[in-house]
């Protein structure tokens, strides 16, 4: 009887630490260049000091051009807790998607670091926003997310 009472611990503790895919939404104020259709980041929890990535699909309106960004901003309580800036066709390149990038690639994916400076098991509003090299927002994602030491 106890085998069978320590298994349901085990499955309860499993259940109660899977963590879902964070909804992710359109944070763009106006319009974009590129229309997403799904965005995800894997794996899930993020893990603290090591590499995560986002993979998305969608319709560009126009190519991604040299000098695009992305910038990551993460709030909890109201301030800012996590920041990461980085030059988009540096990532998109690393993936076999160098600039400029034809409206023909629908679907993408980049990896970064997770800096060891992220806040550990808290809920953090993350917004990833992305800009063209032309100065046009590319897409806006938020999303609430939570890191952990893996």
């Keep these: 009887m106890k085998f069978f009472a320590a298994i349901a611990a085990l499955v309860v503790a499993a259940v109660a630490n899977a963590q879902t895919q964070p909804t992710w939404s359109n944070c763009a104020t106006g319009s974009t260049d590129l229309t997403i259709t799904t965005f995800s980041v894997t ?14 699909t969608g319709t560009l309106s126009t190519p991604v051009v040299a000098g ?3 910038a990551i901003t993460g709030r909890y309580g109201g301030r800012v807790v996590y920041t990461d800036n980085q030059d988009l066709c540096s990532l998109t390149g690393g993936q076999g998607h160098p600039c400029p990038i034809p409206i023909t690639v629908t679907s993408i994916t980049v990896c970064l670091l997770v800096k060891t400076t992220a806040p550990a098991n808290v809920p ?16 806006c994602q938020a999303a609430t997310v939570t890191a952990k030491v893996c």
């Design 43 to 56: 794996p899930y929890p993020l893990c603290i000091g090591q590499n995560v990535c986002a993979s998305g």
């Design 68 to 70: 695009a960004k992305l």
């Design 124 to 139: 953090v509003a993350l917004t990833v926003l992305a800009t063209n090299g032309n100065g046009n927002v590319l897409f």
